[in-house]
T-cell receptor
Framework: EAGVVQSPRYKIIEKKQPVAFWCNPI?????LYWYLQNLGQGPELLIR????????DSQLPKDRFSAERLKGVDSTLKIQPAELGDSAVYLC?????????????FGAGSRLTVL | AQSVAQPEDQVNVAEGNPLTVKCTYS??????LFWYVQYPNRGLQFLLK??????LVKGSYGFEAEFNKSQTSFHLKKPSALVSDSALYFC???????????FGTGTRLLVSP
């Protein structure tokens, strides 16, 4: 079974440019998460989806960040325009319903460098 | 607000010796507690969790963790460390019925041959 797939793995852009990250969760996992991981820090939740509905986006900086999960499967996280402080690793994770709902499976992450 | 603290940035241990990676939490009510491990250029991998029941939980790769409610701790342990255990370890928690997982800052484990 394929794990959580993220792309691109690495992205270097200049400030004020837009960037988008894509995530394909594990098949059948209805919950999808985007986390931000700064260097030397633990992951912090940006947004959580239950199917196609964003149920927790309180930590998402909505002035420049947006996310969508069309059809409740793949998800895209966008930053426009990017700032220097956005340099970080963006992690996607998914979890199933039921007994395993609280165990997240993470992708390898997308490392963003803003110059 | 809930929080997780990992007081050690790095833990050094010799191969074959026991290891402990410390974690304390601040969560209202009954906590759900987790340990994840992160290898270079890879995503976080689930190791073990405590939800209820026995205070000593066993997980992957020979790791175990002990839940101590009075000390609000959930330390990760392994009786005999391997060089391949060298990685970044994260403790995480959320309160019952609430799926916002809060992570600690991570502890780098370095096991020397």
């Amino acid at each position: 079974e394929a794990g959580v797939v993220q792309s691109p793995r690495y992205k270097i852009i200049e400030k004020k440019q837009p960037v988008a990250f894509w995530c394909n969760p594990i098949s059948g996992h209805n919950t999808l998460y985007w986390y931000l991981q700064n260097l030397g820090q633990g992951p912090e939740l940006l947004i959580r989806y239950e199917n196609e509905e964003a149920v927790d986006d309180s930590q998402l900086p909505k002035d420049r960040f947006s996310a969508e999960r069309l059809k409740g499967v793949d998800s895209t996280l966008k930053i426009q325009p990017a700032e220097l402080g956005d340099s970080a690793v963006y992690l996607c994770a998914s979890s199933p319903r039921g007994a395993g709902a609280n165990v997240l499976t993470f992708g390898a992450g997308s490392r963003l460098t803003v110059l | 607000a809930q929080s997780v603290a990992q007081p050690e940035d790095q833990v050094n241990v010799a191969e074959g010796n026991p290891l402990t990676v410390k974690c304390t939490y601040s969560v209202s009510g009954n906590p759900y507690l987790f340990w994840y491990v992160q290898y270079p250029n890879r995503g976080l991998q689930f190791l073990l969790k405590y939800i209820t029941g026995d205070n000593l939980v066993k997980g992957s790769y020979g790791f175990e963790a002990e839940f101590n409610k009075s000390q609000t701790s959930f330390h990760l342990k392994k009786p005999s460390a391997l060089v391949s255990d060298s990685a970044l370890y994260f403790c995480a928690a959320h309160k019952t019925g609430f799926q916002k997982l809060v992570f600690g800052t991570g502890t780098r484990l370095l096991v020397s041959p």
